[in-house]
């Protein structure tokens, strides 16, 4: 019975670990395509293409790895973390993690006049104003959409993008 209990703890370590470790690669690889489906007005098109993080997130590692030598278009891409709401600077995407999402309120006051997509993973957050939420449906990663939070900054999401979320609103 002992080697039973040891055995169901490893297997939910390691299974948690892999989860932990598979889920901000996932999503990183989500966003990129976010990048080459989504399009910004024409006074976001020069310059680098940042993506921000607000908070201490493990998806921070992951997107700086990956998208450290691509572009969307001409723009390189420049990763950027934020600590606060009230640090926010001008971004094309913003990832705010589980634990940020009750601020969502907040930064959309702080993205007023700015063409940010608004990314998020938690249930409910489309309703709190993001355009696009993470979820997962039967153990896989997908995304929902909500095309009019897009609209309001501007942002517009392409009928591919629409037609690969699990949910498009």
């Known amino acids: 019975m002992k080697r039973f209990w040891i055995t169901l703890c490893a297997v939910f370590v390691f299974t948690t670990a892999y989860m932990q470790n598979t889920i901000p690669r996932a999503q990183t690889l989500f966003i990129y395509n976010f990048c080459l489906l989504t399009e910004w007005p024409d006074g976001y098109r020069t310059g680098p293409f940042i993506i921000g993080v607000l908070g201490?997130?493990?998806i921070t590692g992951e997107l700086e790895s990956y998208m450290s030598d691509r572009k969307v278009g001409s723009q390189n891409i420049r990763i950027v973390q934020f600590n606060a709401s009230k640090d926010i600077t001008r971004c094309?995407?913003?990832?705010?993690?589980?634990?940020?999402?009750?601020?969502?309120?907040?930064?959309?006051?702080?993205?007023?006049?700015?063409?940010?997509?608004l990314v998020t993973e938690r249930s409910g957050a489309l309703d709190a104003g993001s355009a696009i939420n993470f979820v997962i449906?039967?153990?896989?990663?997908?995304?929902?959409?909500?095309?009019?939070?897009?609209?309001k900054y501007g942002i517009s999401l392409s009928s591919e993008l629409q037609e690969m979320a699990a949910l498009a609103m």
């Open 56 to 58: 201490d997130s493990e």
């Open 92 to 117: 094309h995407i913003l990832f705010v993690p589980f634990s940020k999402t009750r601020m969502i309120p907040e930064i959309s006051r702080h993205l007023a006049g700015k063409s940010t997509l």
């Open 137 to 151: 449906v039967r153990e896989k990663m997908k995304f929902e959409v909500r095309t009019e939070n897009a609209d």
